[in-house]
């Protein structure tokens, strides 16, 4: 996806330093840096509270205007704005959670390494995945089939399937998004 004509002048009116561009450029990307923060966090099998989550949010909006925007002058605008943000963010989030050294809970109880959270997360949305299952198809379906329904790590999918580690999550997350594209689509 490039970049739209909104992020475009958004991006543009920030780096002028134009009036208000910067609130609006976080209420823009505020949902998506706290999403990148609690996916980070729930990856690593860590639980965050508020202030950890507002905090690491912080940050990643530090970095952003570190420099003079730094980060928003060496984007080239060859992917769309949350593409970037969304790498951006993780990085910063990674480098915090671990220079923070937050606890990580003990899960050695779990099937195939998932923290309580995602094993309850996985279960309740059996029926979700089920249905999401019908709508998708081939790699896609192969890839929720496994994590949602069968418990397997990212590592383990990825194994699996033969497929890069880090193609995992984004995939798990466009199958969510077209579920709760399809959930909105039939309660209209």
Not at 4 to 16: F, N, V
Request: glycine letters at 6%; one cysteine or more.
């Amino acid at each position: 996806m490039v970049l739209s004509e909104i992020d475009r002048t958004l991006l543009q009116r920030c780096l002028a330093r134009k009036p208000r561009s910067w609130e609006e450029f976080v209420d823009r990307f505020l949902g998506l840096v706290i999403h990148v923060v609690n996916h980070t966090a729930q990856s690593r099998g860590i639980r965050l509270s508020s202030e950890d989550r507002e905090d690491l949010a912080a940050e990643v909006f530090l970095a952003i205007i570190d420099s003079d925007y730094a980060i928003l002058r060496a984007f080239r605008g060859e992917s769309s704005l949350a593409t970037y943000l969304t790498v951006i963010a993780r990085r910063v989030v990674v480098r915090e959670l671990v220079k923070r050294k937050l606890p990580v809970p003990v899960t050695s109880e779990e099937p195939s390494g998932a923290n309580g959270s995602e094993a309850e997360e996985r279960i309740g949305n059996r029926e979700e995945v089920e249905t999401l299952l019908v709508q998708l198809g081939g790699t896609e379906a192969q890839i929720v089939r496994l994590y949602h329904l069968e418990g397997h790590s990212y590592q383990e999918v990825s194994d699996q399937l033969g497929l890069p580690l880090n193609s995992i999550g984004p995939t798990l997350s466009r199958a969510r998004a077209k579920l709760r594209a399809a959930g909105a689509n039939a309660g209209s």
